[in-house]
């Protein structure tokens, strides 16, 4: 489950392949309510650097962490930083949001590859 920011972030121009394979999956991104739009506001005017004007294409970013928060579920990044409040490993820290990679995921959900 994500948000409908991460599906728009993954457009034609970014990955066309990537944004290919998500299409048929769009369910799995929801639109933000209230109590999500209400931890995004938290975080943007908190974590201000985690979207700066400069980083205007990671607007998904607060969306991801603010529906972690609010579903309890865990947010899944390869971004490094969880000592930056600029990186969502870091305002994923602040926010006791757990936090990991994709790697992390595999042994915890003890897939096996190959």
């Known amino acids: 489950m994500s948000s409908t920011l991460v599906l728009r972030e993954c ?3 970014r990955s066309e392949e990537l944004h290919d394979w998500l299409q048929p999956r769009s369910a799995m991104f929801h639109t933000p309510d209230e ?3 209400g931890q995004v506001d938290h975080i943007v ?3 201000t650097a985690l979207v700066s004007a ?3 294409k990671f607007q998904a970013d ?3 962490i603010a529906q972690a928060k609010v579903s309890g579920y865990a947010v899944i990044t390869e971004e490094t930083g969880v000592g930056s409040l600029g990186k969502i490993p870091g ?3 602040a926010m006791k949001v ?3 990679n994709l790697m992390q995921l595999i042994d ?3 897939w096996v590859l190959g």
Do not use: H, L, R
Request: net charge negative; glycine share 4%.
């Open 45 to 47: 005017n908190t974590y």
């Open 62 to 64: 607060p969306f991801v």
């Open 98 to 100: 757990e936090c990991i």
């Open 11 to 13: 457009s034609k121009k």
């Open 108 to 110: 915890a959900e003890d």
């Open 91 to 93: 305002v994923c820290n």
């Open 54 to 56: 400069g980083k205007e």
């Open 35 to 37: 109590t999500v739009q």
